[in-house]
Structures are given as structure tokens and as C-alpha cells.
């Protein structure tokens, strides 16, 4: 592969030009929608001449804002630094050392994909956003670039120099180890098992956050809504099963849309960069975190894809809790030799050693009972007083709540061996996160008043991802575990990241 010089400022590939003037025409229709349009409303006539000269100087506006932006774009090294400027009338510069890079990603969307550019963004630690964003590079040249930066931050912690070939595609030292592939089928079935009550709820706060936002242009559809209140009023229960098969027809479909666009064609595999996810359908994305900065992997389900046996794999890469949630990778639609096949790559240790397990004491029934039962029915009763139908709310919440504590309960454990760490709980939700010993940077058991008394605990483990925690476990046994925690990360050579 030809030699990379960065050291004096680079511009993007001449087509960021048409890249930047689409991403300010969006932003600019969003302004032009949220101030002109709820200014005029309905009242704009769309043939009238000064509309179209309002248009044709924004868009003449939008295509010397983005010539500028683009002119006005450079990056280079300076040092151990990578140094990006830009701004127009302000001027940004951005410097990151080479040391806190934690990987380098590179998306596609769909006008990147039709000007065959990729952009090039690179996460920091310790940071809950993309700090830098490369928006258009030819492809080759992107892949030298991040190889470029991944060579220089293995270079400034010591580590091992990845390889790449002359068209700027990683040498695996042979093809790349896949775990997870899915179908279109597969990306159907994880479209029909996603959450569709959120879908549902976030698509009715967007309608009625619009609805509330242009509240007085639809003062003319009041006669019309008023004549109908009395209709709804009579029949709302003969209404009520149409109002619910619409809502859940439209969630369904929503969740359909929104798997299709971001998981279509999914690839999650192993190459000498790391973990690698590539996914999309309109905007292409290829995510990678480096094995040495993964921290744990967990992997989860809910009820509609417990039926069909499939789960959702996260892997949980170091930085803020901010960062890690906006960086981790996630892998749906795992069926259960996928998850055993990823398991065996991440955690061979699973199967050298019996996991001996630890379960949670069934005073945890009791306290989330108290919580999740009791507390919320009592307010269901108070309000009883207002409206009697609430007696019965509060009744079923009670009796609902009790009965989800007593099954929660024993799903609540820790598993351990000899080299990991299993952390499982959840009924409806199951999740199990899996962690190696090297990887906790700290351990802490934590005791209230009420735990003191029936010699109960909390395990918590800490690790770059964040805390995992063991709930309402026999003191002795949580010291038994802690003491063989110490011992092992003061003994281990292994370095977390």
C-alpha cells in the first residue's frame, strides 16, 4: 500500500460538496417547516412567485454554505494528533491524541452510496459522542486512513500493528471468522419480535408533539371533530378494539420499517481489527471494536422473540456509561447455535470448568413486592377515592405485581468458574452478561439496614462498561465470591483493555 502523508491539510473528495448541501437541505427543511410553515400555515399559496424566489435563494444559499463548508474542511496530523477544521463563519478546531482513539468506523448513507464516498467517524474514550466526522473520502482512501489512525493508536499503547493489504482491506492472515449472519428472513422475524409497544408509544408522541405544534391551523377541523365527539362518546367501547388493532398495525409496521432499514443484511464476524458489524440497508454501516476493549458481552430477550428462540447479543466495549450505550454493538435476531458459536469464540472458558451458581435469597420477593406491588397500588387506591375504578386497577396491580416478583426471583444468579463471571436475571426480559475476571477493575459489596438483619448483600463488579450487579445474595457466599474476585484480578497479568 502506497505511504500516507498526512501531515499536510486534506480536503475531502470533491463530491462532499453535494454530501454537506444535502445535510444542510435537511436541516434547512426542518427550520423552513418549524418557522415558516407554523408562521403562514395553510395560508401559503404554493403558486405564488415570491415563495419560489424564497426557495431558489435558500437553495442558492444551501449550495454556497456548502462549497464553503467544504473549502473550509481540512484534516491532518500535527504530532501524536489527529487535527481537524472547520466552520465558515466560526472556525472549529478539533485535536484528539492518537492514544484516546477507540476505533474508527465507516458509514455509507444513501447519497454517500450514490457518490460511492464513505464517511469516516472516530469514537474517543471517555466521550458520549462521535467527536470527529470525516463526511466524504473515496473508499480506498478511507480504509488508509483508518488504518493509518488504528497503526498509530496501536503504536502509542504498544500494541500490535494490524496489517492491510494495497486496497486498503485488512490482511486477516487468512478469511475472517463469521459468527452471525442474518437472512432476510431473519431480519423479518426480528422486525415482528421487536418491542412494538415503544414503536407504537414513540410514533403517537411524535404525531401529537406535531399535532400540539400546529394546534392553531387545525382550527378549521373543529366543527367536524365536535360533531363527532358525541359518536365517540356513545360508542367508544365498540370503537376501543378498532383504536387498539390500528395502534398495534401501525407499531407493527413501524418496527418492520425500522429493523429493514438498520439491520438489513447484517454481518457480525471476527477479523484482526476485531469485532466487525456491518448492517444497513439505506445508510450502510460498519462498526468495529477492537477484543482488547471489549469488556463483556450480553445477551437478552423478550417475550415474542422467546417464542420464536431468539435473542439479542450486546457487546460492551470501555468508556462512560453515556459512550458505551451509544457504542456498543448490537447483534439481533440471534438464534441459539449463532449465540453458542459466538460464545465458544469470546468465552471458551464456559466449557473448561463446572460454573458453580448462586442465587439470589427470596427476600427479594419481598422487597420488590414492596416496590413494584404495593407502593404503586396504594396510589392506584388513593385515587380510588376520585374515580371507583381505580379500586379495581389498584386490586389487579397488587395481585399482577406479587405475582411477577415470585417468578423474577429465581432467575436471579451468578454463575462462576475457574476463569468467568455469568450474570443472569429477568423473567419476561432474560438477559445473562458474561465477563472474564481480568476485566472487573473493581469489586464492592454493598449492605443496608434491612439487609444487615437477614445477612444479605448486593455483589457489585466493576468494569470500563459499567457496573453489573448481584442482587440480595447470603453475605457469606457474596464473600466467598469477592475474596476469589480480588485474588484473581491482583494476580492476573492480563491488562483489561
Not at 492491510?164 to 431480519?187: F, K, M, R, W
Not at 481489527?273 to 477484543?291: D, F, M, T
Not at 462512560?320 to 447455535?337: H, I, N, W
Not at 470448568?353 to 419481598?366: G, M, R, W
Request: net charge positive; charged share 20%; hydrophobic share 45%.
Amino acid at each position: 500500500m502506497s505511504k500516507l502523508d498526512l501531515t499536510q491539510p486534506k480536503r475531502q473528495s470533491p463530491v462532499g460538496v453535494v454530501v454537506l448541501f444535502f445535510k444542510n437541505l435537511r436541516v434547512g427543511v426542518n427550520i423552513f417547516v418549524s418557522l415558516f410553515f407554523v408562521q403562514y400555515g395553510f395560508r401559503i399559496d404554493p403558486s405564488s412567485n415570491w415563495l419560489k424566489i424564497t426557495l431558489v435563494l435558500l437553495l442558492a444559499g444551501f449550495i454556497v454554505l456548502s462549497v464553503l463548508q467544504y473549502r473550509k474542511f481540512y484534516f491532518y496530523v500535527r504530532g501524536n494528533q489527529l487535527i481537524i477544521e472547520k466552520g465558515v463563519i466560526s472556525r472549529d478546531k478539533i485535536t484528539v491524541p492518537f492514544d484516546r482513539i477507540q476505533s474508527v468506523h465507516i458509514n455509507q448513507n444513501i447519497v454517500q452510496r450514490m457518490l460511492n464516498v464513505v464517511a469516516l467517524k472516530i469514537d474517543t474514550a471517555g466521550s458520549a459522542v462521535k467527536e470527529m466526522e470525516i463526511a466524504a473520502l473515496e473508499r480506498s482512501y478511507a480504509r488508509k486512513v483508518q488504518e493509518f489512525l488504528m497503526r498509530m493508536k496501536n503504536e502509542s499503547r504498544g500494541e500490535e500493528e494490524e496489517v492491510y493489504t494495497e486496497d486498503g482491506d485488512l490482511q486477516v492472515g487468512g478469511e475472517a471468522i463469521p459468527l452471525v449472519q442474518l437472512s432476510v428472513s431473519d431480519v423479518l422475524r426480528v422486525g415482528i419480535t421487536e418491542n412494538h409497544l415503544r414503536s407504537g408509544f414513540v410514533l403517537f408522541a411524535v404525531v401529537f408533539g406535531y399535532i400540539w405544534q400546529f394546534e392553531e391551523y387545525l382550527q378549521d377541523f373543529e366543527p367536524y371533530l365536535e360533531s363527532q365527539k358525541n359518536f365517540v362518546a356513545h360508542r367508544w367501547l365498540q370503537l376501543l378494539p378498532f383504536a387498539i388493532a390500528a395502534f398495534f398495525v401501525i407499531a407493527v409496521g413501524l418496527s418492520l420499517i425500522q429493523t429493514f432499514l438498520r439491520y438489513y443484511g447484517l454481518r457480525f464476524f471476527i477479523d484482526k481489527r476485531g469485532a466487525q458489524l456491518v448492517s444497513g440497508l439505506l445508510k450502510r454501516v460498519e462498526y468495529q471494536i477492537p477484543l482488547n476493549k471489549i469488556q463483556y458481552i450480553k445477551w437478552a430477550s423478550n417475550p415474542l422473540r422467546k417464542l420464536v428462540g431468539l435473542k439479542t447479543v450486546v457487546v460492551k466495549q470501555a468508556g462512560s456509561k453515556e459512550a458505551t450505550d451509544k457504542q456498543s454493538l448490537k447483534v439481533p435476531g440471534v438464534r441459539q447455535e449463532q449465540l453458542e458459536v459466538v460464545q465458544d469464540y469470546f468465552y471458551p472458558e464456559l466449557k473448561q470448568s463446572e460454573l458453580v451458581d448462586y442465587k439470589a435469597s427470596p427476600f427479594l420477593i419481598l422487597q420488590y413486592s414492596m416496590l413494584f406491588a404495593l407502593l404503586p397500588a396504594l396510589m392506584l387506591a388513593g385515587a380510588g377515592f376520585f374515580a371507583p375504578v381505580f379500586w379495581s386497577l389498584a386490586v389487579l396491580w397488587l395481585i399482577s405485581g406479587i405475582y411477577f416478583s415470585y417468578r423474577f426471583q429465581p432467575t436471579v444468579k451468578l454463575s462462576c468458574n475457574r476463569e468467568m463471571i455469568l450474570l443472569s436475571r429477568g423473567w419476561l426480559f432474560p438477559e445473562t452478561a458474561a465477563l472474564k475476571y481480568f476485566k472487573i477493575q473493581n469489586v464492592q459489596i454493598s449492605q443496608n439496614i434491612f439487609q444487615k438483619r437477614r445477612k444479605l448483600v448486593h455483589l457489585n463488579l466493576y468494569t470500563a462498561a459499567g457496573r453489573l450487579r448481584m442482587l440480595q445474595m447470603n453475605e457469606q457466599e457474596a464473600r466467598e465470591v469477592y475474596n476469589y474476585v480480588l485474588y484473581r484480578i491482583e494476580s492476573t497479568r492480563q491488562d483489561w483493555m
